[in-house]
């Protein structure tokens, strides 16, 4: 199992395969399940800016379409400091995240912070409102 720093920088060199040729603004997130595995996301710019797809959303889709469901870790970066997810990112992530999972926020292997997904979507609805 990778520690915080291994995954950031992990989601830092990731930055590089980021295709965001319109706003010219990389963002990458490493997503890490309970028994250690890794999934990698960037941001997918399309011309139709609506069809674009975010890193988290990008690394979530892959470890769930491998089958992954039980999430220890997101790292997220961007090309400025404290690159937080967007609104349909959060609620994505509080779709699929469990409330332990931590939320990495970095700047750094060195600068970062880490939330739970309570800390950046109070009151969010969820799956447990439809029940």
């Known amino acids: 199992m990778k520690n915080i720093e291994e995954l950031i920088q992990i989601a830092l060199d990731n930055k590089e395969n980021s295709y965001s040729p319109y706003s010219n603004f990389r963002v990458s997130a490493v997503v890490m399940t309970k028994n250690g595995e890794i999934y990698k996301g960037v941001n997918i710019e399309n011309a139709s800016y609506p069809a674009t797809i975010c890193a988290e959303r990008s690394a979530l889709a892959a470890a769930i379409s491998e089958g992954a469901r039980d999430f220890h870790t997101i790292v997220i970066t961007g090309d400025s400091n404290d690159t937080y997810p967007c609104g349909v990112c959060r609620q994505f ?16 292997p060195t600068d970062y912070k880490t939330y739970s997904m309570e800390d ?4 969010s609805f969820s799956k447990k409102d439809l029940l």
């Open 93 to 108: 992530m509080a779709e699929v995240l469990d409330i332990d999972t931590k939320v990495v926020i970095a700047n750094s």
């Open 120 to 123: 950046l979507l109070p009151h």
